[in-house]
């Protein structure tokens, strides 16, 4: 159980172009879903919070018209990033919170994002 | 501010041999704890979550939490060449769904 879907798993685009990435609870409902980004050798830096039909809480410093996040279903959070440039070029991991107390994430795959 | 702190290591250690791994953390109102595991490359992957003062073993990992010294550890017994990865240590605050990661601790299972 507890299982993330990411997708893509990788992508390259061009400078300029907007780029979503999926992510889907697939065996169970998630009320709060989070990105992540991680660049090489690097910690995991939270991104933003996604709650189902509400707006996302970005955290410091990210750029929340940059960032897209929509949270349209209990199962899905997709997040888009428009303009992509090359120092947008990372690793993007969403993950899943349980509805129980204990606040577990459950983390996807991962998208590997590369502009050129 | 919270934080969580970890030794970033090489933890090095041969096969066979038991690893442990350390975790500090700042906030006395946290409440649930996880150990991550990360390969590289690849996304973090749940392997133990821990909520009361205690042991809590599964198959040959044992979380190990002390919340009066404010300290959670992870024993990896029959470390295995496998195990070698980056463990990462996620603490959650009370009243909060956000977790608060430490920068993971890079363990090196030697053959």
């Known amino acids: 159980g507890a299982v993330v879907s990411q997708h893509p798993s990788w992508v390259i685009c061009k400078s300029g172009t907007s780029v979503k990435i999926e992510c889907r609870s697939l065996?169970?409902?998630?009320?709060?879903m989070f990105w992540y980004r991680q660049f090489p050798k690097q910690s995991l830096m939270l991104m933003a919070t996604?709650?189902?039909?509400?707006?996302?809480?970005?955290e410091q410093g990210v750029e929340k018209d940059k960032f897209l996040i929509n949270h349209a279903s209990l199962t899905l959070s997709t997040l888009t990033v428009t303009s992509a440039h090359p120092e947008d070029s990372s690793f993007y991991i969403c993950?899943?919170?349980?509805?129980?107390?204990?606040?577990?994430?459950?983390f996807g795959p991962g998208t590997r994002l590369t502009v050129l | 501010q919270k934080e969580v702190e970890q030794n970033s290591g090489p933890l090095s250690v041969p096969e066979g041999a038991i690893a442990s791994l350390n975790c500090t953390y700042s906030d006395r109102g946290s409440q649930s704890f996880f150990w991550y595991r990360q390969y590289s490359g690849k996304s973090p992957e749940l392997i133990m979550s821990i909520y009361s003062n205690g042991d809590k073993e599964d198959g040959r990992f044992t979380a190990q939490l002390n919340k009066a010294s404010q300290y959670v550890s992870l024993l990896i017994r029959d470390s295995q060449p496998s195990d070698s990865a980056t463990y990462l240590c996620a603490v959650n605050l009370s009243g909060y769904s956000t977790l608060t990661f430490g920068k993971g601790t890079m363990l090196l299972v030697s053959p």
């Open positions: 996604s709650n189902e039909g509400s707006k996302a809480t970005y």
């Open positions: 065996d169970f409902q998630a009320t709060t």
């Open positions: 993950s899943a919170q349980t509805a129980s107390s204990y606040n577990e994430q459950f």
